[in-house]
C-alpha cells in the first residue's frame, strides 16, 4: 500500500486570510432568485404555445403529427374541417382539439421539428408548477396565442421579460439537404406579433448572432473542440495567455456592471437596427413590424 508523500509546503496562518481578501474586491455572482434570473440560453426549451399567422388565422392544420412523433406521448390532437364562411386555418383542416400534459412532456422539441407549419413552438418559460393534476393538462385555449401573438399567462406561471422571444420555432434546420447555399435563408411565415423570426446561425458566414443571441461553437466549447478545430490564435501558450486574461477580466472588480452596460448597448443598438425579434416593450400593443410574408 503506496503511503501518501507529506505536503511540500505548509498552509501559514494569513494565508487563509489572502484568499478571502482576494475575493472582497471582486463582483459577486450571487443572483437574488426569484427576484433576479439570469439569461436563458438562445436555445432554451420551455412551455409550448400555439402560433399564428399575421392575419390571424391559425397555423395549425390538425394533421397530428406532433402527436405521432412525440416520444412521451403527451399530446392529444383532432383535426375537423374548417367552415366554408369562418375558416379558422388557411388549410382545409384546424386543430379542434389541441392538449399537452406536461407532466409527461420531456421537452425534445421533436413537435417543433415535425410540424409542417411552425404552429407549435417551445417558450422560455420553465418556472411554472401546479398544484394539481388537471393545471399540468394544458388545452388549446391555454396554448394559443392571444390577438397580439403573445403567450397567455397563466396564474401558475412566473414569466419574465423576453420568456416569449426567440422561441424554437426559428431553431429549426434552415439548410436543406445540408445545401450551404440556403443556410441562414428564412423558410417560414411570419407570426403574429413578430413577424418573420430570424434564422438559426450554421456553420458559414451566413449568420446573425445579434439578432438570434447565439454564439459560434468556437467561442464557447473551445475546451471540447480537437486541436485541429481550435483557433491557431488560442493554441499553445498563446492560447493559455489569452484565457488566463479573460479569465482576470470576468472576475475584475466592476466586470459584472460593464458587462451589464455592453448588453444594454447591444439591446439598443438592435433596436435601431429594427431586431424583430425584441420589441420596444415586454407587451407591445401592435406587430413589431410588417414585413413578413407567406
Not at 397555423?59 to 412525440?70: N, S, T
Not at 391555454?142 to 421579460?161: C, T
Request: a negative charge; aromatic letters at 6%.
Amino acid at each position: 500500500m503506496a503511503i501518501p508523500k507529506p505536503p511540500k509546503q505548509r498552509q501559514n496562518f494569513l494565508g487563509g486570510f489572502k484568499l478571502t481578501l482576494e475575493h472582497l474586491g471582486r463582483q459577486p455572482v450571487t443572483r437574488q432568485y426569484p427576484e433576479e434570473k439570469r439569461p436563458k440560453q438562445p436555445r432554451q426549451h420551455g412551455r409550448h404555445v400555439l402560433n399564428k399567422y399575421e392575419d390571424g388565422t391559425e397555423k395549425c392544420i390538425g394533421c397530428e403529427l406532433c402527436a405521432g412523433v412525440c416520444p412521451a406521448d403527451c399530446i392529444y390532437v383532432r383535426g375537423l374541417d374548417n367552415p366554408p364562411d369562418h375558416p379558422v386555418s388557411p388549410g382545409e383542416r384546424y386543430g379542434y382539439i389541441y392538449e399537452i400534459n406536461f407532466l409527461r412532456c420531456i421537452h425534445c422539441d421533436m413537435c417543433v421539428e415535425a410540424c409542417p407549419t411552425e404552429a407549435i413552438t417551445e417558450t422560455k418559460l420553465m418556472e411554472f408548477s401546479f398544484t394539481n393534476r388537471n393545471d399540468a393538462i394544458y388545452t388549446k385555449d391555454e396554448l394559443l396565442v392571444d390577438d397580439r401573438g403573445m403567450p397567455q399567462h397563466l396564474p401558475w406561471e412566473d414569466w419574465r421579460e423576453e420568456d416569449q422571444l426567440h422561441t424554437s420555432g426559428w431553431m429549426r434546420a434552415t439548410s436543406p439537404s445540408g445545401s450551404a447555399a440556403f443556410e441562414g435563408q428564412v423558410q417560414w411565415s411570419g407570426e403574429l406579433g413578430f413577424g418573420v423570426r430570424a434564422p438559426e446561425g450554421g456553420q458559414s458566414g451566413l449568420r446573425d448572432d445579434a439578432t438570434t443571441g447565439s454564439l459560434p461553437l468556437r467561442d464557447t466549447l473551445e475546451r471540447h473542440l480537437r486541436p485541429v478545430d481550435i483557433p491557431a490564435s488560442k493554441r499553445g501558450p498563446r492560447g493559455m495567455v489569452g484565457r488566463m486574461i479573460e479569465k482576470a477580466e470576468r472576475f475584475a472588480p466592476g466586470a459584472g456592471k460593464k458587462h451589464r452596460a455592453q448588453a444594454d448597448s447591444d439591446f439598443a443598438a438592435s433596436l435601431a437596427a429594427g431586431n424583430t425579434e425584441r420589441p420596444a416593450s415586454p407587451a407591445p400593443a401592435s406587430p413589431t413590424h410588417d414585413e413578413g410574408g407567406d
